[in-house]
């Protein structure tokens, strides 16, 4: 083997072990770009479900922040992503109202946090953002449809400027959750802001 081969087999050791460590980065642009290919391939998913998914995208990702301030462990943000899908199945398969589920289970969290008397500021800065994106996010199903995806998206976008500050502070959830969030909120806000006049 010459010098040419073992150093560019290295380089592309070096490149796989980067995008190894890009992976939250990876996760977040890939699910947003399955769910903008599925919202181009059915229009019909754009107005309606393809709203009610971007609200339910904001909600789960304000319940995340929630629920690892409220139990003071970082990686539980990434549970609750499984816990909220959860909440939303139930939700459907019983006629309920998602948010109003969802709703529930923030005033469970905020109990919790209480109960366990977590530091303060954070956790009131999680309870803050849970109500504010979260409730914005649920009012704007009530706007008229192409209204109502655009500003959901341009709330779900400007939650990446929240998940960049847990990032860079390195506090509340885990990097890796902020960082995933961050590249999964932003292109997928904006892309719905981008379907709303093209569909």
Do not use: N
Not at 40 to 48: D, E, M, Q, T
Not at 59 to 81: D, E, K, M, Q
Not at 113 to 130: D, E, I, K, M, N
């Amino acid at each position: 083997m010459d010098h040419s081969s073992a150093g560019s087999g290295r380089t592309e050791s070096a490149h796989r072990h980067a995008a190894l460590r890009r992976w939250p980065s990876l996760l977040g642009l890939a699910t947003a770009a399955s769910l903008l290919g599925l919202a181009v391939a059915v229009p019909k998913l754009v107005f309606g479900a393809g709203h009610e998914a971007v609200a339910i995208v904001v909600c789960v990702a304000a319940l995340c922040y929630l629920s690892a301030a409220a139990l003071g462990r970082p990686w539980v943000a990434w549970a609750a992503i499984g816990g909220a899908s959860v909440l939303v199945t139930v939700s459907k398969i019983a006629g309920l109202a998602w948010w109003g589920v969802f709703g529930v289970a923030a005033v469970a969290l905020v109990a919790v946090g209480l109960l366990r008397r977590v530091p303060g500021p954070a956790f009131t800065a999680q309870v803050a953002a849970l109500v504010g994106y979260g409730g914005l996010a649920v009012a704007t199903g009530w706007l008229p449809s192409r209204t109502g995806l655009v500003l959901v998206g341009l709330l779900l976008a400007s939650h990446g400027i929240w998940d960049l500050v847990h990032y860079r502070r390195d506090r509340v959830v885990s990097r890796s959750l902020a960082e995933c969030c961050m590249l999964l909120d932003v292109p997928l806000g904006l892309g719905a802001v981008v379907l709303a006049f093209l569909v």
